[in-house]
């Protein structure tokens, strides 16, 4: 394993307060700032219109230049990596499984989610396609070559599956399906099926209809907050955003009727301020409709309007997690677990013996998403280090090694009889 230490300050070592989860009261976001003029709608990049020259690494040294959808994606690092566009490495990963495409304009997303590295009030600062997203750096590229890469060789192609991240532009919708018809043209669907990471806010059923019809084989809502209050303070009004938590229901419900049982769900993140008792009353209403929840851990991403708060504790978020899976993947029901008065879990609903296979496991622990060609509970979807520093993972992008489940055990104050985890032990320093 290379070198990599521990960094000094460890995110989701605790919550707000010294608390083991982050209480509502206080994951308040930031007003989001005024944005100049000049700066707003991506001027700066209409204005200079320079020509790409290949592909495009965020660079906040040079003026970006004008890329757009569906000419233009950008994906994540993972995927520019295993694609073998840029070079890098991953601790514990050789490659991704999914390749996360995301629509780009200079315009960028008009909303302004709080916990989102993509949010309109980053205008003031940088450029779309030099901010970052999910902890990283998203290089742009062009569509063709993307296509060209990957139809060379489906049958060897390291992805498990394609995703398109729509975003909230008015173009998003007509030109996911350009993105999606250029993809199914060379490449066919059931040999790497396809996801649309949706954006309900500006969608119809109908578009969610034509997306299933051009051979997309799983629909997903970033549905994020977890109750309508805290969904209304980190996406709605409380930050001059336009989403609802009522429109992106409705279009999950068009989503569950089109796309069909397990082919449908939502993308949480944990710890913003819902209690888990909330979350899981939402993992349990979407798998009782018959779709699968995906989660996220909440992590501060630099220069977003949450960016001042704590990560998710790992207590809280081991808790939610394993309690996802047995949701999700075991047949246990919220009604059968017990919750504290705070809303914490603290009782699974399933004997302890068999609780103990399911966390040794290791399968909870990982990323969620949607499926890839291994198990249907292990997601193509790996996101490395998309909700966590290396240095205290939340979601893990490779199957847990024995230390690593020492290590979750101990989060989760479930220790083997005379067995304990020794901070660091994983790193090879
Ligand atoms: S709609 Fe999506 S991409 Fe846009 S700000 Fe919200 S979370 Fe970020």
Redesign the pocket.
Known sequence: MSCVKPEGAIPGAKGTGGLDFNAYDQMEPRAPGKVPMEMRNGKPVREANLTPDGLYKPNYNILTPHMRSPEYVQMSTAAAITLGLVEGKMLGCSCTRCLNLLLTYPEG?R???AY?G??RHREAERNYADRNFIRVDWPAVSMDEVVDIVAKDVAGSPFHRMCISM??HPNSDEDTVTVLKKWTARIDPDAIPISILS?PTTMTRNDVQVLRDLGSDIFTV?L?AATPELFDRT?GKGVQSPHTWAKYWEIMMEARDIFGPKKFGAHVIVGMGETEYDVMQVVQKIVDLGGHSHMFCFFPEKGSLMDHLPATPRDQWRRVQLARYLVDYRDVRVEHMKFDEQGRIIDFGMPASELSFIIDAGIAFRTSGCPGKFADDISACDRPYGDSPPSNIASYPFPLKDVDLRKVRSQLDMNRPGENYTPGEEFDL
């Open positions: 997303c909303a302004n989610c989102c993509l949010a975003i909230t954006n970033a994020d996406r």
